[in-house]
């Protein structure tokens, strides 16, 4: 019989539902790290939310987990490689608070718009100051919704009820998709802000949307504009948010997330302009009740069918089969990476073909890998090679893949990674020699060899003297390292491509001063 670990505080449902399936329930709630240690040997399964830290020592001494389930979308708490290492599957439950999340969001932007909890707090105090809480109506108000996932849809359904007018900027979803929903599809922030009554954030936390909404995005919103952040706190400078609230350059602003959790002081929620609520955003009885079944549904097909709904680190494949992909599906998810880096417009499709004798065997999870590089720029952690797909047709992103089993380009096995945008088409093709050294060998119409890892310089300009000298002079100004570079030209004295692999980044001031040389026509930085 085969051992489940329920390592945070979940409905007894869960339990329950584990134990009818025939599995041995071990529903231990609040471990210490010391005693999560014991408990996960012997093993089979872990089910947990964001409370159990399943760290690599902690990995380490599970002699026979399979699969580890977090009931819930974040997965800080566990420590995908040391997990991918030991072959243990990890799981989450991502659209089980979607509902719970969109609703909050909505209550806290009607709080706002009635002024709920300072009159609130009046009231309880016994005082009645019905003039001095002089609120608007939301019919007729322009929602901007930033993110147009599950969370940001859900949210405009519900603002369309209430009859208010809804902007969205989400530049990986597509204006069919939009215009389905009722909603506008604008294509820049700077569009969207200026607009807006009310702006609410419904975007994952990464380096692309890390302080998103700042000081200066900020002061092109009205006067009479409130921000709502139900996202990630570090995705709003919260900050800025308060001290245009107090300046009077914003109405008012709503938090339930903050960069540190629980925060460190709580001055800011004195303020009659705030609401703060301590990250209840996937707080009730349903959604809490609902990614616990779920949980305990995907652990148990994870243990006694075998099928991993919603893993973050596996395909289905046979395992001796995954391991001859590995290589080629790591190839895909950075070919993926590069073409989503290099585009600058909304993206309508997305193309993986396999060729020669890599096309001979299952290719699906190098399809899958390839759009997971794409998406995983665009939208976060979030993506996994089971819901990749699902989130491309969700935002209207059209998927195609092909293989070729001949072909004659003097490579054993192609891979290439097509994105169709509005603006334009971005392509990388690669290889694996050896079966373990991965290689871009052509970006565009460019034939250029890199190492796909770490951080890459792009640079697109001429075939003329002095482009590699000029460029180099200044990141050696700048004190950047060149590991490796790649060239390509399409013809003497023609357009030409410097791939340069990087030993640190280049600062945004080198990139500016490398965009000036007369000789450079654009310079993309690229993280692999």
């Not at 322009?142 to 969205?168: N, P």
């Not at 089971?386 to 054993?412: C, K, N, Q, W, Y």
Request: aromatic content about 4%; some cysteine.
């Amino acid at each position: 019989m085969k051992t489940v670990l329920i390592a945070d505080k979940l409905p007894e449902d869960c339990v329950g539902l584990l134990a009818e399936a025939g599995l041995l329930v071990k529903n231990k709630p609040g471990l210490s790290q010391r005693e999560l240690m014991e408990a996960i040997e012997g093993v089979h399964g872990v089910i947990c939310r964001s409370g159990a830290q399943l760290t690599e020592q902690v990995l380490d001494r599970a002699d026979c987990l399979e699969a580890v389930c977090r009931a819930g979308v974040g997965v800080n708490n566990i420590d995908i490689a040391a997990a991918s290492r030991k072959g243990v599957v990890v799981m989450n439950t991502p659209g089980a608070n979607t509902l719970s999340t969109a609703e909050h969001a909505f209550a806290l932007m009607l709080a706002l718009a009635r002024n709920i909890g300072p009159a609130y707090i009046s009231m309880r105090e016994g005082r009645w100051e019905k003039k001095k809480f002089l609120g608007s109506q939301l019919a007729g108000a322009t929602l901007g919704i930033v993110g147009l996932g599950r969370i940001g849809q859900a949210l405009a359904k519900r603002a369309l009820a209430f009859q208010m007018r809804v902007l969205a900027y989400d530049p990986y979803i597509s204006s069919e998709t939009a215009g389905k929903l009722g909603v506008e599809l604008v294509d820049e922030l700077e569009e969207l802000l200026p607009c807006c009554h009310y702006l609410t954030v419904h975007v994952p936390e990464n380096e692309q949307t890390k302080g998103l909404i700042g000081p200066e995005l900020i002061r092109l919103m009205r006067p009479d504009a409130r921000i709502i952040n139900c996202a990630r706190g570090p995705v709003v400078d919260q900050e800025a948010a308060l001290e245009a609230v107090r300046e009077g350059r914003l109405a008012g602003a709503a938090f339930d997330v903050y960069e540190q959790e629980p925060p460190r002081d709580y001055s800011f929620a004195r303020h009659q302009s705030i609401l703060a609520t301590p990250h209840l955003g996937a707080s009730t009885e349903q959604a809490q009740q609902a990614v616990a079944t779920e949980a305990a549904e995907q652990m148990m097909e994870a243990l006694l069918r075998g099928h991993y709904r919603n893993a973050l680190n596996v395909t289905a494949v046979p395992p001796e089969e995954m391991r001859a992909l590995q290589p080629y599906c790591d190839l895909a998810a950075k070919l993926g990476r590069l073409v989503a880096q290099l585009n600058t417009s909304r993206p309508k499709a997305i193309e993986i073909s396999c060729k020669g004798e890599l096309a001979e065997q299952d290719i699906e999870p190098v399809i899958n890998y390839g759009i997971v590089g794409v998406l995983e720029y665009m939208l976060g952690d979030a993506v996994n090679i089971i819901s990749a797909p699902h989130l491309a047709e969700e935002r209207g992103i059209r998927i195609t893949s092909s293989s070729t089993v001949g072909m004659d380009s003097g490579f054993t096995d192609l891979v290439e990674v097509t994105l169709e945008a509005d603006e334009g088409t971005e392509t990388a093709c690669g290889t694996v020699f050896a079966r373990k050294y991965p290689r871009i060998i052509s970006i565009g119409e460019f034939y250029v060899e890199v190492i796909p890892g770490g951080h890459v310089l792009v640079v697109y300009g001429r075939d003329v003297p002095g482009l590699i000298g000029k460029v180099g002079a200044i990141l050696g100004v700048a004190g950047v390292n060149v590991a490796r570079m790649g060239f390509g030209r399409q013809e003497a004295g023609g357009n030409a491509i410097l791939a340069l692999n990087l030993d640190s980044e280049a600062g945004a001031d080198t990139i500016e001063r490398i965009e000036r040389l007369d000789v450079v026509q654009r310079v993309v930085p690229v993280i692999l």
